[in-house]
């Protein structure tokens, strides 16, 4: 695929988003200013690409942002402390993913029961979950719970 004559990567979330999150991981709690030379320095991307894809993690919610414009000695594009979002330490594995702790959940209520009817029914809730999708049976519970159901 193709943009702006640009040939994007397959993968770009292990190639540039996910080394690009790590380095923020690791310049956490620092307060500091972080170019995105030096992003790209660490991740082995250009700047443009470095550029493009914090843009990119900001505007989905992984990252704090923005990226603003440096007019000192040091010009260029900046980063001011930046932090990862909810999205950006779940997608490195550092919170749990509700959608699967409900599966862990049911799979734990299938295998410690004991009637057949039981498990009958708990295997049928698993298979209904996962058919429907594990983000859209947690948001209708997560609705449910907090009184959000229009």
């Known amino acids: ?3 702006g004559g640009a040939t994007l990567p397959e993968d770009l979330w292990s190639l540039r988003a ?3 999150l790590r380095y923020v991981q690791e ?3 620092q307060i500091r200013v972080v170019s995105i030379g030096e992003i790209a320095d660490a991740t082995g991307l250009t700047a443009e690409q470095a550029t493009v894809e914090v843009e990119r993690l900001i505007a989905s919610g992984f990252l704090t942002g923005p990226v603003t414009k440096s007019m000192g000695p040091t010009e260029g594009w900046l980063l001011v402390s930046p932090k990862l979002l909810e999205k950006g330490v779940r ?3 550092h919170w749990p993913d509700p959608g699967q702790r409900l599966i862990e959940l049911i799979e734990a209520r299938l295998a410690s ?4 009817a039981g498990k009958a029914k708990w ?3 698993l298979e209904v ?6 983000q859209t049976v947690s948001s209708l519970v997560v609705a449910a719970v ?3 159901i229009h």
């Open 129 to 134: 979950v996962r058919d429907l999708g594990v």
């Open 91 to 93: 997608a490195l594995g």
């Open 146 to 148: 907090t009184g959000q």
């Open 113 to 116: 029961e004991e009637d057949q």
């Open 27 to 29: 310049q956490e709690g």
């Open 123 to 125: 295997g049928k809730l």
């Open 1 to 3: 695929m193709a943009t």
């Open 18 to 20: 996910d080394p690009i």
